[in-house]
């Protein structure tokens, strides 16, 4: 079997990894680079479990071909805190009980976390269409769009915007 070698940068840092061409980006984060904070739920793209961000767009991991990362910028769930301290919006996750059984929370984080950097100030309806392509199981979704709401409250309040 063929292999590939991947040089991109990773949640800040520049990662080189090896894999096959048909590997997608989720198996290699997980298998290749030891992140496996983000999470397989369809393998289809349809469930967003898998959500990175690809050079700031928010993608399906599991739909995307690790060899397709090369050269690129890459945001996965555990680059969104810092060390041990999480960020606002992981903060106001925990804080408003908006998960259960933690699989589709990366995705939803990975694709909040998107919406902020593009829109400081969402509605509910803004973000509840940012969070479609997201599928949760275990919980309602108001929590999640709540804590939402309340993180990009707070990081308004933090910035001064």
């Not at 989720?26 to 349809?46: F, I, S, Y």
């Not at 997201?134 to 993180?151: E, F, H, M, P, Q």
């Amino acid at each position: 079997m063929s292999r590939t070698h991947v040089n991109c940068v990773i949640n800040g840092d520049e990662i080189d990894f090896l894999t096959s061409d048909g590997e997608s980006l989720l198996n290699a984060l997980r298998d290749e680079v030891g992140l496996t904070g983000t999470k397989e739920g369809c393998g289809t793209g349809d469930c967003g479990a898998c959500s990175v961000l690809l050079d700031g767009a928010l993608v399906c991991s599991c739909l995307v071909f690790a060899p397709e990362a090369e050269g690129s910028t890459i945001v996965t769930v555990e680059g969104l805190a810092d060390g041990d301290h999480l960020n606002t919006l992981q903060q106001t996750f925990l804080e408003g009980a908006a998960l259960q059984c933690g699989v589709c929370t990366p995705g939803f984080l990975i694709a909040a976390q998107a919406l902020l950097d593009k829109n400081p100030d969402p509605t509910e309806t803004e973000v509840r269409y940012a969070l479609a392509g997201n599928l949760c199981r275990c919980t309602g979704y108001d929590k999640i769009v709540r804590s939402v709401l309340d993180a990009a409250t707070q990081m308004r309040e933090t910035t001064g915007a």
